[in-house]
């Protein structure tokens, strides 16, 4: 009976069946713990995060005088005087220039943070992957930022918005003006963190790469929701070109899945 028993023992250590239900992961040093457990390191992880955006704002805010007189001068016109319709309102528009700043270096902190939440239920394998994805992701942010300011931003204000100068005076809000700003080039970096999400959740076992070839309709509709809510266009010009890119990034990513 005892050799029985150390038999039983040792097969449920293995991972192998046996009578009790007793269950090891493969991953070598994975450990079960509590849910609460998860919880209190999830919710830690991502105060570090949050730590990182407000950082990220304070090192930037100092800067953001100077960075909202360039994007004024490249896009509106120096002639244009800021018009500032509360108090506040000049420092809420540089706390959201600020905001772009504090995305770029937070975002890869956060696939970070995922890393280490999720790193020792992970193979060998899919840790290189995520050791992968964080200088990507910044990498990314930095191309979709770019897209926004050198293509979209000339695109609303140079060649639309301002031919009603023709017409009317304009004066034109801080505050409504750089939200615009931010918006897109916030916008366009989130975007392009498409690929690398998609393929993240694949990798993961999240969703399977079949259903996302299958429900491509679906895919194309929520895109479509997410352009019109992510730039504020009224010509509708920037809302197509953000559509448009996301279709293309979505396919981009069903073809790194298949790759890789």
Same mark, same amino acid.
């Given at each position: 009976m005892d050799? =029985?028993?150390?038999?039983?023992?040792t097969?449920a250590?293995?991972?192998?069946t046996?009578?009790?239900?007793?269950y090891?992961s493969?991953?070598p040093g994975?450990?079960e %713990?509590? !849910?609460t457990?998860h919880?209190f390191?999830?919710?830690?992880?991502l105060a570090?995060v949050?730590?990182?955006?407000f950082?990220? !704002?304070i090192? /930037?805010?100092p800067?953001? /005088?100077?960075?909202? @007189?360039i994007i004024?001068?490249? *896009?509106?016109?120096a002639d244009?005087?800021?018009?500032?319709?509360?108090?506040? %309102?000049?420092?809420?528009a540089?706390?959201k220039?600020?905001l772009?700043f504090a995305?770029?270096i937070? !975002?890869?902190q956060?696939?970070? &943070?995922?890393y280490?939440f999720?790193?020792?239920?992970?193979?060998p394998h899919?840790?290189?992957?995520?050791?992968?994805?964080?200088?990507a992701s910044f +990498? @990314? #942010?930095l191309f979709?930022t770019?897209l926004?300011f050198?293509v979209?931003?000339?695109v609303?204000?140079k060649y639309?918005? +301002?031919?009603?100068?023709?017409?009317?005076?304009?004066q034109?809000?801080?505050q409504?003006?750089?939200?615009?700003?931010?918006t897109?080039? /916030?916008g366009?970096?989130i975007?392009?963190q498409?690929?690398?999400?998609?393929? *993240?959740a694949v990798?993961m076992?999240l969703? %399977?790469y079949?259903t996302l070839?299958k &429900?491509r309709m679906l895919?194309?509709?929520?895109?479509l /929701?997410?352009?019109?809510?992510?730039?504020?266009?009224?010509? #509708?010009?920037a =809302?197509?070109?953000?559509?448009?890119?996301?279709?293309?990034l979505?396919e981009f990513? +069903?073809?790194?899945?298949r790759?890789?």
């Amino acid at each position: 009976m005892d050799s =029985q028993h150390t038999g039983n023992g040792t097969t449920a250590s293995t991972g192998k069946t046996s009578g009790m239900n007793t269950y090891t992961s493969g991953v070598p040093g994975d450990m079960e %713990e509590p !849910i609460t457990a998860h919880l209190f390191e999830l919710r830690n992880r991502l105060a570090i995060v949050l730590i990182w955006l407000f950082l990220g !704002i304070i090192l /930037a805010f100092p800067f953001s /005088a100077k960075g909202m @007189l360039i994007i004024w001068k490249e *896009f509106i016109s120096a002639d244009l005087y800021m018009t500032a319709y509360s108090p506040l %309102e000049w420092t809420f528009a540089r706390l959201k220039l600020c905001l772009v700043f504090a995305l770029a270096i937070s !975002i890869p902190q956060l696939f970070y &943070q995922l890393y280490r939440f999720a790193g020792k239920g992970l193979y060998p394998h899919e840790k290189r992957f995520f050791l992968k994805v964080i200088p990507a992701s910044f +990498l @990314l #942010f930095l191309f979709g930022t770019a897209l926004g300011f050198f293509v979209v931003l000339p695109v609303m204000f140079k060649y639309i918005l +301002l031919y009603s100068g023709d017409m009317a005076t304009a004066q034109l809000s801080v505050q409504n003006t750089l939200s615009a700003v931010t918006t897109i080039l /916030a916008g366009f970096g989130i975007v392009f963190q498409l690929p690398l999400l998609v393929v *993240f959740a694949v990798k993961m076992g999240l969703v %399977e790469y079949q259903t996302l070839k299958k &429900q491509r309709m679906l895919v194309y509709s929520a895109i479509l /929701a997410v352009s019109l809510f992510l730039s504020p266009d009224p010509t #509708f010009i920037a =809302q197509m070109v953000v559509a448009l890119l996301l279709g293309f990034l979505f396919e981009f990513s +069903l073809l790194v899945v298949r790759l890789f």
